[in-house]
């Protein structure tokens, strides 16, 4: 094999390229966590003074570089995958050699670039959980109990999936569960004692647990169990060079390992089914088990190398033109003409008008799941809701065509709460979509909206700024409102 320097030098180069051709698009899964930041930069505190329904590090991590977008959030990705890639190379080198372990990192670098951009590009929680799990289990494995717990227990404060990272590091522990679970304990010790000095504990609870408890409960899917498998399907298809080498792993082996790592798996599996959506990003999970073990398995199948080493192309060809194309689009300095990013693309006009406008002291308001305006404009917020899914009882993945709520006195408070704020800017970029939930249907919203008139629209956004004088009507404020949403809404930039 190569040099490990020229190998990993190769590898950050193809992590650092593809990440920046998305340098000028945000991915809904990091939209939230970067107007939570923004928020943060502006001196607000987490959970107490504006609604984030994610972990706390989900959205602490976008600090280390301002909360910016643009080509430093692209290199941030590019670099915590690659540092994900390393930790991966440590944990195969150490149980085999170092020519597993140069093939597990290029391997992982490998499937987080050729896959479907929603789910690969976004440093976002179910990318953002990879290192410390990782981490985790490669310290579990070394005996080093208290510090896998820790690992852990940081990578719950990432994405509330660690669970299943504990219970794969306690396969290695079954004489120290209480060591672990004081290194697990320790983060969430310190995050509660964070939050109740800062005032904010129980907004942590209702936010993260309370209703991302209702939110896991509560899936979109009609036939949960059939998505799961045509998903699961798709994911093995794009992924059978793993499949294949893993397989091989498990069929010939015969170390200590082999059990350990077919059960982590199955937790891995577990944490990818729970909340029955099987969203691209959730098989994030089982990527450093099933690429340790193809790892292995392709180094003991001799004869069968360059068929694995085939089946990489079928990712590649089918992911591998889309940089190709952003590449040249942001050489043309034109934009992407793209479904996918179309709501984004959007989003960037609408800010753009937003801050022709602003003067300083203005703040914002978002209706809909739009929070990449808070990134691109860094508006503080006018309100603690960032976006209306506690205002609706509608959540993100499906309000572009339901308007069933849940809890619905609890969002009625939520919308009182609102009608007593008074942001400078109103920005509905939902109504155009589904009717059924303009802000003007709501009764507690209607004299609210009246100290507002329309000052712009794009394609799919409606901006609104405060009157200086009320008037006593909304007849002016929605007269251009449609009744019916586009023949053909763009698709929202999520890796459902």
Same mark, same amino acid.
Request: net charge positive; proline share 7%; glycine share 4%.
């Given at each position: 094999m190569k040099s490990p320097r020229v190998v990993f030098g190769l590898l950050l180069l193809m992590l650092l390229a593809t990440r920046l051709c998305h340098v000028g698009i945000l991915w809904a899964e990091e939209d939230l966590p970067l107007a939570a930041a923004v928020q943060m930069v502006h001196g607000k505190s987490l959970y107490r003074d504006f609604w984030f329904d994610k972990p706390p590090l989900t959205a602490?991590?976008?600090l280390m570089w301002g909360a910016h977008t643009g080509w430093i959030l692209r290199i941030a990705g590019a670099l915590w995958v690659f540092a994900a890639c390393l930790l991966l190379n440590e944990f195969a080198s150490k149980l085999w050699g170092r020519r597993e372990g140069l093939t597990a990192a290029c391997a992982l670098g490998f499937f987080l670039t050729f896959g479907i951009p929603a789910a690969v590009i976004p440093l976002a929680a179910d990318l953002l959980m990879l290192v410390p799990h990782i981490a985790a289990v490669y310290l579990a494995w070394r005996g080093r109990m208290f510090w896998s717990g820790l690992a852990a227990g940081i990578a719950m404060l990432f994405n509330s999936k660690a669970v299943f990272v504990l219970a794969a590091c306690a396969l290695w522990a079954p004489r120290s569960l209480l060591v672990l =679970? %004081? &290194?697990?304990?320790?983060?969430?010790?310190?995050?509660?004692a964070w939050f109740g000095a800062h005032g904010a504990l129980p907004a942590y609870y209702e936010q993260v647990w309370k209703w991302g408890g209702i939110y896991a409960r509560n899936t979109f899917v009609e036939q949960p169990l059939l998505n799961g498998l045509r998903r699961t399907a798709n994911w093995v298809g794009f992924h059978a060079a793993l499949l294949a080498g893993a397989a091989w792993f498990w069929l010939r082996d015969r170390s200590p390992e082999r059990l350990r790592f077919a059960l982590w798996a199955a937790f891995s599996?577990?944490?990818? =089914? %729970? &909340?029955?959506?099987?969203?691209?990003?959730?098989?994030?999970?089982l990527l450093p088990v099933m690429t340790l073990a193809a790892a292995r398995g392709f180094w003991t199948l001799r004869p069968g190398r360059v068929a694995l080493v085939l089946l990489l192309l079928i990712p590649m060809v089918r992911f591998g033109p889309r940089y190709a194309q952003l590449a040249q689009d942001l050489t043309a300095g034109r934009p992407p003409e793209w479904r996918d990013v179309a709501m984004n693309r959007d989003s960037r006009e609408a800010s753009e008008i937003i801050l022709r406008m602003a003067r300083p002291g203005d703040t914002l308001f978002v209706w809909g799941f739009r929070p990449d305006l808070f990134a691109y404009t860094r508006l503080p917020a006018g309100t603690r809701f960032l976006e209306c899914q506690p205002l609706t009882g509608v959540f993100a993945d499906r309000h572009l065509a339901q308007s069933a709520p849940l809890e619905p006195e609890w969002t009625r408070r939520n919308r009182r709460e609102l009608a007593a704020t008074r942001p400078a800017f109103v920005v509905d970029g939902l109504s155009l979509f589904n009717p059924a939930l303009s802000m003007q249907n709501y009764e507690e919203l209607r004299s609210w909206l009246a100290g507002y008139e329309e000052a712009g629209r794009t394609r799919h956004t409606i901006i609104y700024?405060?009157?200086?004088?009320?008037?006593?009507?909304?007849?002016?404020?929605f007269r251009e409102t449609p009744t019916s949403p586009p023949a053909r809404p763009p698709r929202a930039n999520s890796s459902s």
């Open positions: 602490a991590v976008n =679970a %004081a &290194g697990f304990a320790l983060p969430h010790l310190a995050a509660i599996l577990a944490a990818v =089914a %729970a &909340g029955w959506r099987f969203f691209p990003r959730y098989y994030f999970q700024r405060r009157r200086a004088t009320s008037p006593s009507s909304t007849a002016r404020v």
